[in-house]
């Protein structure tokens, strides 16, 4: 009797812990989805950035976006402060489309 107790109570632990790494492994948070940033220096001058998820390009934005015209970011810190957006977005399952008033409230060096 006591070893068929020992024997559930071992089958149980072991499946708690299997799915405690399954769910870490699959769940948002774990490695599978993460993503990284990459800043670009522009030949033309200026900046830009690089998403990364598991070390493949997903997204390449080489000016700013959701302002209307076609210019790159003028500092490192700019290009990084809206990829942090992007990131934090895709991180969230909201996408990655960036609108006008949000450009405006990251106060970029660049006046539109």
């Known amino acids: ?3 068929k107790k020992g024997l559930a109570f071992t089958l149980i632990l072991l499946t708690m812990v299997v799915g405690m790494f399954c769910w870490w492994k699959f ?3 774990g490695p599978d989805h993460y993503y990284t940033i990459e800043v670009v220096e522009l030949h033309e ?10 070390d493949e ?5 080489p000016f700013v976006p959701a ?3 076609n210019k790159p970011f003028v ?3 700019d290009a990084i402060k809206v990829a942090q ?3 934090n977005k895709l991180e969230s399952g909201y996408g990655f489309s960036v609108s006008a008033k949000e450009i ?4 970029l060096s660049v006046s539109y």
């Open 57 to 61: 390009m997903l997204i390449y934005q």
């Open 1 to 3: 009797m006591k070893t």
């Open 104 to 107: 405006q409230e990251l106060n």
């Open 67 to 69: 302002v209307g015209h």
């Open 75 to 77: 500092s490192k810190e």
């Open 85 to 87: 957006l992007v990131r």
């Open 45 to 54: 001058g200026g900046f830009g950035y690089k998403i990364l998820h598991q």
């Open 27 to 29: 769940s948002k948070n």
